[in-house]
């Protein structure tokens, strides 16, 4: 008798130690974010609120909105899970009944406390909103068309392009974001498990934040995620030198947006996702051969100069418009200093932003990408959010000895580019079409810049898209051109998703 009780005590007590994981769920006490002190702060979950509810801002709903859209590159690893939809009817139970509840929201994502131990997010191409049948038209023609067929027009070339993406057979991507590896592939392998045979996987790519020194640098090594433009409604702290957007320049349907929206889709978001290789030695190597010969400079610093101007900022992010001779670690670590800049210089007496660019090439990477004064006014229209992150693994000594990448595919390494905007015609498209490919702008100039170093192409049908002529480099001279006989940057493809409110996952979405 005695001993029949004890066992349903310590039966009950296994039982109850079992039922613990199931009820509690587990909580991080590290980020999934990479915080560099050049980035921009998250705003606190207190501030976010308050911003989301101001009158002015038209109430951004942030536990609808999926996280990825407003935080900026700041991913420690990322994973992006390409697949197709086979069987739409289980797909959309699924979606609706168990997918939804994973999905993370931006509320989620700005404290550690509120932080799953994977983040999920969703997006739908074209061709699968018209596998789950949702024909409604977004607004966005290039979207409904996929990038695919945009690739001409952006410069691609189509062998270049790998065959995953060659095509529209790609019907979604599930990206999921960690700080461990083995946490990623847990949450995978769940979400596989949900979706079973409803989905079947086209490809996959995965994304780290570099290591040590490197967090927040991409692969030729300079600070990537400095600038991205504010976001009424969401950011607080609006830093010196950031463009305030109005969300609806992010986010569709919101406040800005001019395009026609069915309702269900406000606060979704259009994602174009491109993997571009960067071939590292060969932009190493092309920096050395062109180190320029500014007096009172050393080799290493005439060296660095030629990189920093490519780009337009330091390896350390520094801005070159504010730093235009050396790195200045200081600064690029200063978030209210280190994008505080116009490219004008009303101070300097004589200076003149319409042919003046001893300190920031016209042909500059970040001046191609966000002309800022040079447009007069920040109110273009053209901004996106940068949401990637690099992909591959560190230049092996091999290459770096060879000044060569690597054939080996998995020594490839580059940036899967993520950018969000509510009009890919405005956005991402336009920037690469009209400022980065065309090598007359910045219009105007004396001498034509030629087209972005780093991601500009002249040609879209020959796969190695030299000479291409590039201005502006040398300080000492403007008009000096400069042939780009390398290209640094490979497009291997990608395609245009929309990232829907949450709300639709369950709504329109499993309809
Ligand atoms: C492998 C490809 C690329 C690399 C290595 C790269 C690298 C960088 C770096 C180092 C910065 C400076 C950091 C910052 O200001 O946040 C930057 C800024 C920027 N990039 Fe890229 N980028 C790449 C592709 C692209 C593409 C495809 C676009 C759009 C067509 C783009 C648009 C921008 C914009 C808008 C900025 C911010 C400019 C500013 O506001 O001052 N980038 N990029």
Known sequence: MKLSYLSIIIGLAV???????????PRRTSSILINP???????????????????????????????????????KKELFFFFGIKDAATFKSKLASDIKSLVTTTNQLLSVSTQPITAVNIAFSQTGLNALSVTDSLGESL???????????LGDVTSN???????????????????????????????????????????????????????????????????QPAVQG?????????????????????????GTRPTWAAGGSFLAFRKMQQKVPEFNKYVIDHALSVPGLNQQENTDLFGAR???????????????????????ADPNRNNNFTFDHPDVPGFNLANNQTDCPFSAHIRKTHPRKDLGSEATLHHIMRAGI???????????????????????????????????????HFMQQTWVNNANFIFGKPTPPGVDPIIGRVSSTTPMDTPRIISGTNPLNGAQTFSLDVEFVINHGGEYFFSPPISALSGRLAA
């Open 161 to 227: 392009w790998v065959p995953e993406f060659s095509g529209t057979n790609v019907h979604g991507v599930i990206l999921l974001a960690s700080d461990t590896d083995d946490n990623i592939q847990s949450e995978l392998a769940n979400i596989k498990n949900i979706l079973g045979s409803s989905i079947t996987e086209i490809s996959r790519l995965s994304g780290a934040s570099r290591p040590g020194d490197q967090e927040g640098h991409e692969h030729f090594g300079y600070m990537d995620g400095i600038s």
């Open 15 to 25: 039982q109850s130690a079992l039922a613990v994981p199931k009820q509690v769920k």
């Open 143 to 153: 979207f409904a068309a996929g990038q695919f067929a945009d690739r001409t027009a």
């Open 37 to 75: 002190d050049a980035q921009p702060d998250l705003p606190s979950p207190q501030a976010a609120r308050l911003s989301a509810v101001s009158p002015a801002n038209a109430g951004l709903n942030l536990n609808d909105i999926q996280g990825d859209i407003l935080i900026g590159m700041k991913k």
């Open 310 to 332: 490519v780009i337009g900022r330091w390896k350390s992010g520094a801005p070159v418009d504010l730093s235009p001779l050396r790195d200045d670690p200081v600064l690029a």
């Open 234 to 258: 969401f950011t607080q702290n609006v830093l010196p030198g950031q463009a305030l957007v109005s969300p609806g320049e992010i986010l569709v349907g919101t406040t800005g947006d001019s």
């Open 390 to 428: 690099p992909y591959g693994p560190e230049v092996t000594d091999s290459e770096h000895a060879s000044n060569k990448s690597s054939t080996d595919p998995s020594l490839e390494r580059g940036l899967a580019f993520v950018a969000y905007q509510s009009s890919i015609q405005n956005g991402f």
